[in-house]
Nanobody
């Protein structure tokens, strides 16, 4: 079972940037496609970004295209989410997740989840 731990969240002003990290315990980290999701208070968890096993393919929700970048360093067993031009609507708990089969965008198709890290963007 892979353990995922997010870090890098915090409080920023609108227009600012944050870089989230997700560290995985699994030695065979490169076998997992990875995703980032977020959940705001009173809302369902939603897809943000995904990256293939090798890091060669990425996919983004329309709401973050051009602002967020997902990347991974398999040698460090870590996936990142660089968030630029942050907006108050980006405020949420951000989760990383691992999928054993595909680079997908659905919550119920991911196998492992981190504990989440809070991102708050002020006006």
């Amino acid at each position: 079972q892979v353990q995922l731990v997010e870090s890098g969240g915090g409080l920023v002003q609108a227009g600012g940037s944050l870089r989230l990290s997700c560290a995985a315990s699994e030695r065979t980290f490169s076998r997992y496609a990875m995703g980032w999701f977020r959940q705001a208070p009173g809302k369902e968890r939603e897809f943000v970004a995904a990256i293939s096993r090798s890091g060669g393919s990425t996919y983004y929700a329309d709401s973050v295209k051009g602002r967020f970048t997902i990347s991974r360093d398999n040698a460090k067993n870590t996936v990142y989410l660089q968030m630029n031009s942050l907006k108050p609507e980006d405020t949420a708990v951000y989760y990383c997740a691992a999928n054993t089969a595909l680079m997908v965008t659905k919550v119920n198709e991911y196998d492992y989840w981190g504990q989440g890290t809070q991102v708050t963007v002020s006006s």
